[in-house]
């Protein structure tokens, strides 16, 4: 834990195509932290819009960042246009040398592993992209929240408040946390135990693979060419 007397320097990167709940879910908490400035930074000032379509708008440029305490890193299909995205993988690679935290939502961390921060590091991820952590020097964990360090990673997309959540205790205490959800009123009740790939039907789970196949497919060969270029050995055969 952080001395409290320390200010803290939060950012979260801002993209086109993000999953806003990979953003806006974490910013819940983040932004209710004690003592610390939280701002969202995109390359550039321009608003961009979700997956969805919502229309979302950064406090600042990446050059107009310090140098953050804590980077969260959403995920969302966006995350493809930044895998060889040179200034952004550069930023992350930059502010992970000096931040206190690193925390990745979603398919945030294979932007992390674009940027190769995820050798030998324990992680997870959206289910859909679970077996592509190794192609990145990982070692996958299958649990909604990995803690390895100074790194927390959230799986998919809801899973960022409960990762969240665990940063915010992280740095300021269980108390600090435990207040932030109460506020929150998080108190989840879901009416269907279908969120994850283990608990949903089998005919649901069957139908949501292939809704995200295709994209499933261009992420694994996105994965494999940075492999390669990382010097990363992996297996010859894929998974679709």
Known sequence: MIPHDTHLHIGSLLF?????IDLTGPFEVLSRIPN?????YGKTAAPVRDVKGL???????????PPLDVLHMPGGYGQEALMDDA???GWIRQQASSACSMFSVCTGALIC??????????????WSAFHLLPLFGAIPVNERVVVDGGWIFAAGVTAGIDGALRLAAELRGDEAAQAIQLHM???PEPPFDSGTPETAPA???????????????QRERTARRIAARLGIAVPAAGRE
């Open 36 to 40: 610390a400035t939280y701002r969202i």
């Open 203 to 217: 005919a649901i789970l069957e139908e949501a693979r292939r809704s995200v196949r295709t994209m499933t497919v």
């Open 113 to 126: 592993g674009a940027a190769g921060l995820l050798r030998g590091r324990r992680a997870t991820t959206h």
């Open 55 to 65: 229309r979302l708008t950064p406090d600042a440029t990446l050059a107009e960042a």
């Open 87 to 89: 200034e952004v993988l």
């Open 16 to 20: 086109e195509g993000i999953d806003q």
């Open 185 to 187: 009123a998080y108190a």
